[in-house]
């Protein structure tokens, strides 16, 4: 067995070219050997690589989700709902990369005394669940009318009248650094609600998954998230909506203008040419509020549009469907053989159970289950992607100001600085523009950028380290299990495949996501533009999924990834469609090229490489 040895954070390689990235990112973030206690610390905690969140290095300014759930889910742990077993998660950076550790307990002895605390305050959450939950969508809802309406006000030459005879008392300037302010707060805010539930829910899920696991030994932890199956939820409803305008077009027999091969201006321009290519826009605009505020990618990155922002991709997306439709083909997800198989499995593991205590237990249990796994992944559409979205856009508005006054070139430089940096620089801004001088910015800023773009380069190019510290003797902390993957048994499986050349590799053990066996050709896609390269039947190898990779689903027979474990977008979405997966390989992508054969085993977790 391969021995799991990983580097010391403190002895981890700098890149050379590099000397001085820690400027790039918050100070806290940093490993450092300054205080004894805090480097004894950092040395013994074992930090995973988060590339299920972060699969490239970070961008200055995009660290801010990071940042927001650094304190959110862990203040939800500790602070709110006492999570029993689990403390926060702690956060450090790499070489861009951004590494994470679970915090337990310290004291065994304290969990029965949380045990009841959480009792109370989850319970209450649990037992209200339905009117919690709708309170939670009208406040959603509201944050992201607020950003929506946000103005982000441009500098005027002279104010206007009004503040003199309306004796406002405040300039633009002013307004402009309310309003960067007010868009950061937004964001905050946005992942303070982002945990409210989400904790709650992997807890509860937890929870049913520790008690099927004693009373029935050997029983794989997929069947227990089957038994959780053929639930709706709208972060599918972004590719329902491309189904019914696939449907609708062949129904108004436009189905041919969608199916050009032209982009999404040149189809829109066709179909305004005619009356039923007129009624397929309609339903097409319907559909883009609030649907197509669909990220491309995880929404973690700036660079991950959404729809919205390229509806080359929605209409590219939506020929697979019409393909299909064309041939005969069901499109729709197979929800009712997913519940069946749920239902049965229900009864078949309930009738194992030998008392009535433990038949009622295992009731509650999965019912609190089946209640909370909507929100698990409904918070997504609201937060990552439509949230997101919006919010991406609103910071290249306040980047426009800073390209007008020559702190940079380019609208997308903005996404090099910390969120405290530009805040600096519109104070540079609003004073210069105040007295009529010369800001300093642009002095300072375009040989910063081109320094940290080439540093961004050079991260880029470098391979993160899976892990860093030391490794502990079991992993179970429970949400590093069932959203990262992240077990002694994952790890020791990426040790192995660390030790052996890559060609030499004949076979990768991954977490089992989604059960069945096939056999199929690989086609690797690291984006979700590359997804229209899919052949029919191909096995799916990504670094991750999202729910914008929802139509590769209809064309592939099974999917491999390199992060995630059993409650990851790609497991959850296969076991949906009936599909295997294999999640939290480690580096699927990195081994498998396209147009190998494999034969995978989504129960064991096994991937054999034929050829």
């Known amino acids: 067995m391969a021995e799991m040895k990983f580097p010391d954070p403190h002895k981890a390689e700098i890149i050379p070219g590099t000397e001085g990235w820690e400027r790039m990112y918050p100070y806290h973030y940093q490993f450092s050997e300054d205080d004894p206690e805090r480097a004894q610390y950092e040395k013994s905690m074992f930090w995973f690589y988060d590339g299920l969140h972060y699969p490239e290095p970070m961008y200055p300014f995009d660290i801010i989700w990071d940042e927001a759930w ?57 037992q209200n669940w339905d009117k919690l939950h709708d309170q939670w969508e009208d406040k959603m809802r509201s944050v992201i009318k607020k950003l929506a309406e946000l103005k982000i006000p441009t500098l005027p030459e002279m104010e206007d009248e009004s503040v003199v005879t309306e004796g406002l008392g405040v300039s633009t300037g002013y307004k402009l650094l309310k309003a960067y302010d007010e868009l950061i707060d937004l964001g905050i805010l946005t992942w303070q609600y982002h945990f409210e539930f989400l904790n709650l829910g992997y807890a509860a899920y937890v929870v049913f998954v520790d008690f099927c696991q004693k009373a029935f030994p050997d029983i794989p932890l997929q069947k227990i998230t089957q038994m959780v199956g053929g639930i709706d939820v709208i972060i599918y409803q972004p590719d329902e909506e491309l189904k019914k305008l696939a449907k609708l077009s062949l129904d108004l027999g436009v189905d041919e203008i969608v199916m050009s091969g032209n982009g999404a201006q040149s189809v829109f321009d066709k179909m305004d040419a005619t009356e039923n290519g007129k009624k397929w826009m309609q339903a097409f605009e319907k559909a883009r509020e609030p649907w197509f505020h669909v990220s491309t990618g995880t929404g973690w990155y700036h660079h991950d549009s959404s729809w919205n922002d390229d509806l080359d991709i929605p209409i590219s997306a939506m020929r697979i469907y019409i393909e299909k439709l064309r041939r005969g083909e069901n499109i729709e997800r197979p929800t009712a053989d997913v519940r069946d198989e ?122 993160p380290p899976d892990a860093m510290g030391t490794v502990p003797e079991s992993i179970n902390e429970p949400f590093t299990i069932v959203l990262w993957g992240i077990t002694s048994d994952s790890m020791t499986n990426w040790a192995k495949l660390k030790a052996v050349a890559s060609g030499d590799v004949s076979k990768i053990i991954g977490f089992p996501g989604s059960p069945g066996i096939v056999e199929g050709t690989v086609r690797v896609c690291r984006s979700v533009k590359e997804i229209g390269e899919l052949k029919d039947g191909e096995i799916l190898v990504a670094p991750t999924t999202s729910p914008s990779w929802a139509p590769a689903f209809q064309k592939i027979k099974a999917a491999i990834t390199d992060v995630g474990g059993v409650m990851c977008h790609a497991a959850i979405v296969c076991r949906e469609y009936g599909l295997p997966a294999i999640v939290g390989t480690g580096s699927a992508t990195s081994i498998l090229k396209t147009g190998q054969r494999v034969k995978m085993d989504g129960a064991t977790g096994e991937i054999n490489i034929i050829s």
Request: no cysteine.
């Open 342 to 463: 749920s239902n049965k499995l229900v009864s078949e593991y309930r009738a194992l159970l030998r008392t009535d205590e433990d038949r009622q237990t295992y009731d509650q249990l999965l019912g609190t289950a089946k209640t909370v796994f909507p929100y698990v992944e409904n918070h997504l559409f609201y937060v990552e992607h439509w949230f997101h979205s919006l919010f991406w856009n609103k910071i290249r508005e306040v980047s426009r100001i800073l390209v007008e006054y020559k702190f940079f070139d380019d609208v997308e430089d903005i996404w090099y600085m910390k969120r405290s940096e530009i805040k600096d620089a519109l104070w540079d801004v609003v004073t210069s523009w105040a007295t009529g001088s010369k800001p300093r910015g642009p002095l300072v800023w375009p040989k910063e950028i081109a320094w940290r773009k080439d540093v961004m380069d050079k991260f880029r190019q470098w391979i």
């Open 70 to 126: 650094f304190l959110a889910l862990s203040q939800f742990n500790t602070r709110i709902f006492i999570v029993p077993p689990a403390m926060g998660i702690d956060h450090r950076i790499h070489n861009g990369y951004i590494y994470i550790t679970p915090l337990p307990v310290s004291d065994p002895e304290e969990i029965p005394k949380r045990v009841e605390l959480f009792m109370k305050r989850a319970g209450y959450y649990y």
